[in-house]
């Protein structure tokens, strides 16, 4: 299986179009080491030619113009996609703001927890993916998923879904209450299955509790929640008023973060990603990214190519 990272940072990207600090500003200078990220979203293939995409970005648009694997293929019709199906791992806005740029008639298969396939049905504006062409597609808070495109045909991908730790999306808060939730469907992982090797996607949770650590341990491959590197890093760098825990996720550092966590969990490759503007590991010469890359982590960087 062919997994291809199409995006790496938090919603807002990098450098985030109001962001003025030294990160961001380093980003749009083309400084060396600074590299700039569209928001997180992976896509996977068992064949090279059907894909499945994980959470539709805002900046869906132009990750199907960077990379050509997700363009129509020469011997296509004249409106058609080689995406069959889209999942996604929550509601937040950067996880599905991107299905609304899907929304020219074309059929795919849409696949999320009933939680959030609520969401998106409450919500009047998504009525624009006309539910007979874009099949909606209900999975389970915690089980085993053969993907089907629109159609009903097989897609040769298979996923294991379940809940990890997480929070209510941020424009469902209400009044002030945000209530970090263990497993309601909210927030899901997902594992891609190939044979007996596994890939894990979590770009979203609070914390890595025992059950989670017991489902990462053998995976091949872990692509984990990233976002800040200490908890307060918003408050400290005069951006935010929040912790990382407050917007539902857990930090690469500190005693429950997901590098102590994880520390003797056995995982092959390590790779934090959704990485937030202000976490500095996005310099590759700051003590932060060497301290990652010394304790056995990767950053994700868009363009990213793994094999399962």
Known sequence: MW???????????????????????????GATGVRARRQTSVAASSDGRRWILFNASPDIRQQIADNTELQPHSNMSARATPMAAVVVTGAEVDQIAGLLSLRERQSFALYATEQVLAVIASNSIFDVLDARIVSRRRLPAEGVVDLRDAGGAEIGVRIEVFPVPGKVALFLEDNGRHELRHADGGTIGVRLMEGSRSLLFVPGCTAVDETLQQRIAGADMLLLDGTVFTNDELITGGVGVKTGARMGHIAMSGPDGAIARLKDIPVGRRIFIHINNTNPVLDETSPEHLAVRAAGWEIAQDRMELVL
């Open 3 to 29: 997994i291809r990272i199409i995006g790496s940072a938090a919603g807002g990207g990098f450098p985030q179009w109001n962001a003025n600090d030294r990160l961001n500003r380093a980003a749009r200078a």
